[in-house]
């Protein structure tokens, strides 16, 4: 089976975007068989989503789950995971959202860089360059995000 472009993150992988899914999947798997490649799972799946919207990010609520986590664990790592939190208690009551219109471009590294990771440290650097440069592509929504995280914040603390 020749390598085609995945339909998401433009990865060149046989099967396309099914190949590319298997990938993702094959990373679950590696986390769930030893803990030290599942200690950024969330971020992993986070921006494994942005790159992959058709399948991930087709509702607003979704695209605000993925975004906000991105943006949280590159903009607050020291809040990570009681803003995540909150920003899933808040999007489980379903707030009014729209869902912008999401980049063409979704950053220059994928699924693939993370899975030639073979060690627990260059995984745990691998994971986060991946998140940057997604977040990086994502850059017409970055307030968009922060918006989202000012909403739950001023909820927070009101």
């Not at 803990?35 to 494994?48: E, K």
């Not at 803003?83 to 063409?104: D, G, Y």
């Not at 995984?123 to 994502?138: E, L, N, Q």
Request: glycine fraction near 6%.
């Amino acid at each position: 089976m020749p390598a085609i472009p995945c339909a998401g993150c433009g990865l060149l992988v046989e099967g396309g975007a099914d190949g590319c899914q298997a990938l993702f999947d094959e990373e679950a798997l590696r986390a769930y068989d030893d803990p030290r490649f599942a200690v950024r799972r969330r971020l992993i799946v986070d921006a494994y989503s942005l790159q992959h919207p058709d399948r991930y990010c087709v509702s607003a609520i979704s695209l605000a789950a993925h975004l906000t986590g991105v943006c949280v664990a590159v903009e607050h790592p020291d809040r990570e995971v009681a803003l995540n939190a909150a920003i899933q208690r808040w999007l489980s009551r379903r707030p009014r959202l729209e869902r912008p219109t999401l980049p063409v471009d979704r950053g220059d590294l994928t699924i693939a860089d993370v899975r030639a990771a073979t060690e627990p440290a260059e995984h745990a650097r691998v994971v986060a360059a991946w998140a940057g440069a997604t977040w990086a592509a994502y850059r017409d929504l970055q307030d968009v995000a922060r918006t989202w995280i000012d909403e739950v914040d001023r909820e927070r603390t009101a």
